[in-house]
């Protein structure tokens, strides 16, 4: 099961006399792809939520916020997978990306059945945040 979540990072960087990395513009937007997969799920569940944050900030269900960062610097995603269910389990993870055009960084969240017959089976998924830059603005 796949599902595409887009997520778009306005960022602005302001020259003040601070060294800029990207010294010919000053803001760039870029939107974050999501990526789930799954690698393996042995009778834990069919269907999932994914919860992602960044910077403990909540994403809307339009999968989308906005974050003012340096182009140069890093932003951490939780990571929350709920297996939907009477009792549903859950899995955690983090991923650390680059407001870099063209970065890609994966992570595996693995959530264990915790009830029921077929409690310590375990599914796998594979997350992958993908950067790509939608425009510069100077």
């Known amino acids: 099961m796949k599902r595409v979540v887009i997520v778009i990072i306005c960022l602005a960087l302001v020259i003040l006399g601070i060294y800029s990395c990207q010294s010919n513009y000053t803001h760039e937007v870029f939107k974050v792809v999501i990526t789930e997969s799954f690698v393996s799920n042995d009778s834990v569940g069919n269907e999932w939520d994914f919860i992602y944050k960044c910077d403990g900030v909540s994403v809307t269900e339009e999968r989308r916020w906005t974050v003012e960062r340096d182009a140069c610097q890093r932003i951490k995603i939780d990571i ?13 993870g983090e ?44």
């Open 95 to 138: 991923i650390v990306i680059q407001l870099k055009n063209g970065f890609q960084n994966s992570t595996v969240v693995t959530v264990t059945e915790n009830m029921g017959r077929y409690s310590g089976n375990k599914a796998t998924i594979k997350i992958t945040c993908k950067v790509v830059r939608v425009k510069k603005k100077r």
């Open 80 to 92: 929350t997978a709920m297996e939907r269910d009477t009792y549903s389990d859950y899995g955690y």
